[in-house]
């Protein structure tokens, strides 16, 4: 999360942001409504999605609807490192790969939130609405203390691996902060209040890298420390690929891939007209979105 919002460097984005703009709303709003809509008109053939009501399905389909609009930052970063590419095309895939991450994020705190209220029977009226607003803006405020905290952490004297530790504590402590206050909240008061930790170090990573004067320390910290956390982040999720349940729904995810292939292609050209760019690009912009 750190990586992620440490790559939205305003300095290098600004001239692409309108075509980063269109694209990414194109990608979202395409992603999130077929894969929704597949995910809806193949639940009977789900195992656990069959004998629910429709309430329950709809809750289901659109948490689907809103994970698979994720990109994949860490692999463009890679591809994009490893051919040493540069100019418009590249600053703009790098910068919706990016902002998609964060609006993934907030996509799903908030389809998570209307999930759970389908699933336990809570009505979406304006209390709910504001409530889910609330966390969002909690999360950002939370975002704005932890980019303060990381300033001061790279700002005092000590050694560099010292410095280092701090940054990874603070970050996990955002993660059982965040946990704290949604078992507290739900114990003692009628709601759950659910601070997004993903969200919290996205902008504190966005800050840190655009506003304050430790940017290039905070992003050899990023470089430095990536490399074994990323080893621990992929093993658990390898370890966690359920084999023997891709080997009864395979058909699901190829289905649910090819939803989410089509909308990558209609989102991005669609978005890239939009934005007014050369149709020599908009024609493959796709394949740089197929992680």
């Not at 040493?84 to 895939?93: D, H, N, S, Y």
């Given at each position: 999360?750190?990586?992620?919002?440490?790559?939205?460097?305003?300095?290098?984005?600004?001239?692409?942001?309108?075509?980063?703009?269109?694209?990414t709303?194109?990608l979202?709003?395409?992603?999130?409504?077929?894969?929704?809509?597949?995910?809806?008109?193949?639940?009977?053939?789900?195992?656990?999605?069959?004998?629910?009501?429709?309430?329950?399905?709809?809750?289901?389909?659109?948490?689907?609807?809103?994970?698979?609009?994720?990109?994949?930052?860490?692999?463009?970063?890679?591809?994009?490192?490893?051919l040493?590419?540069?100019?418009?095309?590249?600053?703009?895939?790098l910068?919706?790969?990016?902002?998609?991450?964060?609006?993934?994020?907030?996509l799903?705190?908030?389809?998570?939130?209307?999930?759970?209220?389908?699933?336990?029977?809570?009505?979406?009226?304006?209390?709910?609405?504001?409530?889910?607003?609330g966390?969002?803006?909690?999360?950002?405020?939370?975002?704005?203390?932890?980019?303060?905290?990381l300033?001061?952490?790279?700002?005092?004297?000590?050694?560099?691996?010292?410095?280092?530790i701090?940054?990874?504590?603070?970050?996990?402590?955002?993660?059982?902060?965040?946990?704290?206050?949604?078992?507290?909240?739900?114990?003692?008061?009628?709601?759950?209040?659910?601070?997004?930790?993903?969200?919290?170090?996205?902008?504190?990573?966005?800050?840190?890298?655009?506003?304050?004067?430790?940017?290039?320390?905070?992003?050899?910290a990023?470089?430095?420390?990536?490399?074994?956390?990323?080893?621990?982040?992929?093993?658990?999720t390898?370890?966690?690929?359920?084999?023997d349940?891709?080997?009864?729904?395979?058909?699901?995810?190829?289905?649910?891939?090819?939803?989410?292939?089509?909308?990558?292609m209609?989102?991005?050209?669609?978005?890239?007209?939009?934005?007014g760019?050369?149709?020599?690009?908009?024609?493959?912009?796709?394949?740089?979105?197929?992680?």
């Open positions: 999360a750190f990586a992620a919002g440490s790559e939205l460097y305003l300095k290098e984005l600004r001239s692409r942001l309108r075509s980063i703009g269109f694209i709303t194109g979202v709003l395409t992603t999130f409504t077929l894969v929704t809509l597949t995910v809806l008109l193949l639940a009977n053939y789900i195992p656990f999605m069959a004998d629910m009501p429709l309430v329950g399905k709809v809750a289901v389909a659109i948490m689907a609807g809103a994970i698979l609009v994720a990109r994949s930052p860490s692999s463009a970063i890679a591809i994009i490192k490893e040493r590419a540069r100019g418009p095309f590249t600053k703009t895939v910068g919706v790969t990016v902002i998609m991450d964060v609006v993934v994020i907030i799903f705190a908030l389809n998570s939130s209307v999930a759970d209220a389908l699933l336990t029977g809570v009505e979406l009226d304006i209390v709910f609405i504001l409530l889910v607003g966390e969002i803006i909690l999360s950002l405020v939370l975002g704005y203390v932890l980019s303060l905290v300033r001061l952490i790279f700002s005092l004297r000590g050694s560099t691996a010292y410095k280092y701090m940054m990874l504590v603070v970050g996990y402590g955002v993660f059982v902060l965040s946990g704290w206050i949604r078992e507290q909240t739900g114990e003692h008061f009628v709601v759950e209040i659910f601070i997004e930790p993903l969200l919290t170090c996205m902008v504190a990573g966005f800050l840190v890298a655009n506003f304050h004067a430790i940017r290039i320390e905070f992003l050899k990023i470089e430095d420390i990536g490399p074994r956390v990323y080893i621990v982040f992929f093993t658990l390898g370890a966690s690929m359920a084999l349940v891709l080997a009864k729904t395979w058909y699901i995810a190829l289905a649910m891939f090819a939803a989410r292939l089509i909308a990558i209609i989102g991005s050209f669609g978005g890239g007209v939009a934005a760019d050369p149709m020599r690009r908009n024609r493959v912009s796709w394949l740089a979105f197929v992680t």
